[in-house]
């Protein structure tokens, strides 16, 4: 989930201040904290950060270095009793805006559709794992429905059993997306390592789409390709878009995140990499092993800003590492990974924020 109401508040809060015109610390850190709610807001919950594909533009394949577990079932259970969904009146005010600042509605099918419409309201169920290989996400699934949420989990197909993956959607699951990079088998692999493919993917999800119809199930099944920027690029995308022509499928290409990695920083067609990073104030991201992180980004969990296993989310969220790292971004500090490796850009980089060390702000209290 997004805070929605802080998103469109910051958009304001943008409105009044002048690109030119330097700021003191002060100034912009007590703008964001009068807008930035004291209740948190949780983007997503790595329920595991165990996988089995090796991904060329992940991270993860060559630099994660954090032991492979699986989140406890009493943390997320716990987790989620700490936050709400949002009602429909912040929905409809969302929805509103939505079309309004982008000109994007509701019935649309599109990158940044999805990321407006679908993103702001679910939780998130992965990070730097594939949720297909935690055998308890049917019940975690059932967990966040019964309490009114809405859940969404990336995938590699390969990976379907189809008996869980049932399972998944009897328990309410709101959006599956699966993730493929290329119709020819070969070119697959190459890109998402042996343990992937296309045919037998292709086919366990059209035994998915047979069941949701079947059952008159409500999961939106999402197919998406990553803009790697291959030459066989758009052809691929064509002859995935042809396959599943007539399929009950929401289906995109995506522009490719964490382009910082693989130093073939192409652009970005995408909202969400194009503006600046709202995510300490507005957000946090739960790990694996229960940690609290800047984002989901964080693939080594090396900017911890608290633990859920043991302190409440609105401790952390109001606590004085959040306070510092947002400090840090208001700064676009050097010691931060953000600044080197993430293609968002910080507030620190887009405005001119005068600083000092001894700044009264930065030794304030709560």
Same mark, same amino acid.
């Given at each position: 989930?997004?805070?929605?109401?802080?998103?469109?508040?910051?958009?304001?809060?943008?409105?009044?201040? %002048?690109?030119?015109?330097? #700021?003191?610390?002060e100034e912009i850190?007590?703008?964001?904290?009068?807008?930035?709610?004291?209740?948190?807001?949780? @983007?997503?919950?790595?329920? =595991?950060?165990? $996988?089995?594909?090796? &991904?060329?533009? $992940?991270?993860?394949? =060559?630099?994660?270095?954090?032991?492979?577990?699986?989140?406890?079932?009493?943390?997320?259970?716990? *987790?989620?009793?700490?936050?709400?969904?949002? =009602?429909?009146?912040?929905?409809?005010?969302w929805k509103k805006? +939505?079309?309004?600042? #982008?000109?994007?509605?509701e019935n649309d099918?599109?990158?940044?559709?999805?990321?407006?419409?679908?993103?702001?309201?679910?939780?998130?169920?992965?990070?730097?794992?594939?949720?297909?290989?935690?055998?308890?996400?049917?019940?975690?699934?059932?967990?966040?429905?019964?309490?009114?949420? #809405?859940?969404?989990?990336? &995938?590699?197909?390969?990976?379907?059993?189809?008996?869980?993956? #049932?399972?998944?959607?009897?328990?309410?699951?709101?959006?599956?997306?699966?993730?493929?990079?290329? *119709?020819? %088998?070969?070119?697959?692999?190459?890109?998402?390592?042996?343990?992937?493919?296309?045919?037998?993917? @292709?086919?366990?999800?059209?035994?998915?789409?047979?069941?949701?119809?079947?059952?008159?199930? !409500?999961? =939106? /099944?999402?197919?998406?390709?990553?803009?790697?920027?291959?030459? &066989?690029?758009?052809?691929?995308? %064509?002859?995935?878009?042809?396959?599943?022509?007539?399929?009950? *499928?929401?289906? @995109?290409?995506?522009?490719?995140?964490?382009?910082?990695?693989?130093?073939?920083?192409?652009?970005?067609?995408?909202? !969400?990499?194009?503006?600046? $990073?709202?995510?300490?104030?507005?957000?946090?991201? /739960?790990?694996?092993?229960?940690?609290?992180?800047?984002?989901?980004?964080?693939?080594?969990?090396?900017? /911890?800003?608290?633990?859920?296993? /043991?302190?409440?989310?609105?401790?952390?969220?109001?606590?004085?590492?959040?306070?510092?790292?947002?400090?840090? !971004?208001?700064?676009?500090?050097?010691?931060?990974?953000?600044?080197?490796? +993430?293609?968002?850009?910080?507030?620190?980089? &887009?405005?001119?924020?005068?600083?000092?060390?001894?700044?009264?702000?930065? !030794?304030?209290?709560?």
């Amino acid at each position: 989930m997004l805070d929605i109401r802080f998103y469109m508040a910051f958009d304001k809060f943008l409105n009044t201040i %002048d690109s030119g015109k330097e #700021y003191s610390i002060e100034e912009i850190a007590e703008g964001l904290e009068n807008i930035r709610s004291k209740d948190p807001s949780v @983007y997503n919950i790595e329920t =595991t950060n165990r $996988c089995n594909m090796r &991904c060329n533009m $992940c991270p993860r394949t =060559t630099m994660m270095t954090r032991p492979n577990e699986d989140l406890d079932k009493e943390t997320f259970l716990n *987790v989620i009793k700490q936050i709400r969904p949002h =009602t429909q009146e912040e929905w409809a005010a969302w929805k509103k805006f +939505c079309l309004e600042k #982008y000109g994007i509605s509701e019935n649309d099918m599109s990158e940044n559709h999805f990321f407006l419409y679908i993103i702001p309201k679910v939780i998130q169920l992965h990070g730097y794992g594939d949720p297909l290989l935690d055998r308890n996400m049917a019940e975690y699934v059932k967990m966040l429905h019964d309490k009114g949420f #809405y859940s969404y989990f990336s &995938c590699n197909p390969a990976n379907i059993s189809l008996d869980r993956t #049932y399972d998944m959607l009897n328990a309410g699951l709101d959006y599956i997306k699966y993730s493929i990079e290329s *119709v020819d %088998d070969v070119e697959h692999k190459k890109i998402r390592g042996n343990a992937s493919n296309f045919r037998q993917s @292709y086919e366990k999800i059209k035994q998915v789409l047979k069941y949701k119809q079947e059952n008159n199930l !409500h999961t =939106t /099944i999402i197919i998406t390709m990553l803009d790697l920027n291959r030459k &066989c690029q758009k052809e691929d995308f %064509d002859n995935l878009l042809a396959a599943f022509k007539d399929l009950d *499928v929401y289906i @995109y290409l995506k522009s490719e995140d964490c382009q910082w990695y693989r130093k073939d920083f192409h652009g970005t067609k995408s909202i !969400h990499w194009s503006e600046i $990073c709202k995510h300490p104030w507005m957000t946090m991201t /739960i790990k694996s092993n229960g940690e609290a992180v800047m984002c989901m980004e964080d693939f080594n969990n090396e900017i /911890i800003l608290g633990d859920a296993n /043991i302190t409440t989310l609105r401790d952390i969220w109001n606590g004085e590492k959040y306070k510092e790292f947002r400090l840090q !971004h208001l700064r676009a500090c050097e010691k931060i990974k953000c600044v080197d490796e +993430c293609d968002m850009k910080l507030m620190g980089d &887009c405005y001119k924020i005068k600083w000092t060390p001894n700044s009264s702000f930065m !030794h304030s209290p709560n």
